[in-house]
Antibody
Framework: QVHLQESGPRLVKPSETLSLTCTISGGSLNNYYWSWIRQSPGGRLEWIGYVYSSGSTRYNPALESRVTISVDTARNQIYLTLRSVAATDSAVYFCARDRRRFTAYFDSWGQGTLVAVSS | DIQMTQSPSSLSASIGDRVSISCRAS??????VNWYQQQTGKAPKLLIY???TLQSGVPSRFSGSGSGTDYTLTISSLQPEDFATYFC?????????FGQGTRVDIK
């Protein structure tokens, strides 16, 4: 059973950069897609983007100019960087395994980490 | 982006009730819809993918149906652990988008 765990700062100042790590255990990162998804305080879920184990990425156009997702297969970790954050970026951030072949669904999720953007 | 609209936004039901939650897409999505359950303070859990395929380990009281723009999640006999918020998600058209959620609570 694969296990995902998000980690990173809980508080980020406006205009600064949010950086999160997702550590994957109990299974291989290889040959899978891995997504970041966030949930606003109001409950809305928003897909941020994915990385494949090879390093290829695709991002939500709404965030593409500010987002980078990367992978380190040796460490079994994926990373999220979100630049120039604002209060509207305050959310619970989840990493998830992304079964993106003929269809796409998220079958394993981390517990999520709450990030607040505030000075 | 494709808009996914769930109805109702919330509902109250009793143990043993049959419950249906609808999800309407702003354009046809060809069965590329998934359903998730989220308990308070937890991550979403995959229930159904590709409109009607039950995820491994999910009880058979959950089922999904639909086509075109209209999809339904049905719980045949509501159990205490089913009180939660349910989300639909489309993966037909980039980017993936989610419905706003339907909260199911105890009547």
């Amino acid at each position: 059973q694969v296990h995902l765990q998000e980690s990173g700062p809980r508080l980020v100042k406006p205009s600064e950069t949010l950086s999160l790590t997702c550590t994957i255990s109990g299974g291989s990162l290889n040959n899978y897609y891995w997504s970041w998804i966030r949930q606003s305080p109001g409950g809305r879920l928003e897909w941020i983007g994915y990385v494949y184990s090879s390093g290829s990425t695709r991002y939500n156009p709404a965030l593409e100019s500010r987002v980078t997702i990367s992978v380190d297969t040796a460490r079994n970790q994926i990373y999220l960087t979100l630049r120039s954050v604002a209060a509207t970026d305050s959310a619970v951030y989840f990493c998830a395994r992304d079964r993106r072949r003929f269809t796409a669904y998220f079958d394993s999720w981390g517990q999520g980490t709450l990030v607040a953007v505030s000075s | 982006d494709i808009q996914m609209t769930q109805s109702p936004s919330s509902l109250s039901a009793s143990i043993g009730d049959r419950v249906s939650i609808s999800c309407r897409a702003s354009q046809t999505i060809g069965g590329y819809v998934n359903w998730y359950q989220q308990q308070t303070g937890k991550a979403p859990k995959l229930l159904i993918y590709a409109a009607s395929t039950l995820q491994s380990g999910v009880p058979s009281r959950f089922s999904g149906s639909g086509s075109g723009t209209d999809y339904t999640l049905t719980i045949s006999s509501l159990q205490p652990e089913d009180f939660a918020t349910y989300f639909c998600q489309q993966s037909h058209t980039f980017p993936d988008t989610f419905g706003q959620g339907t909260r199911v609570d105890i009547k």
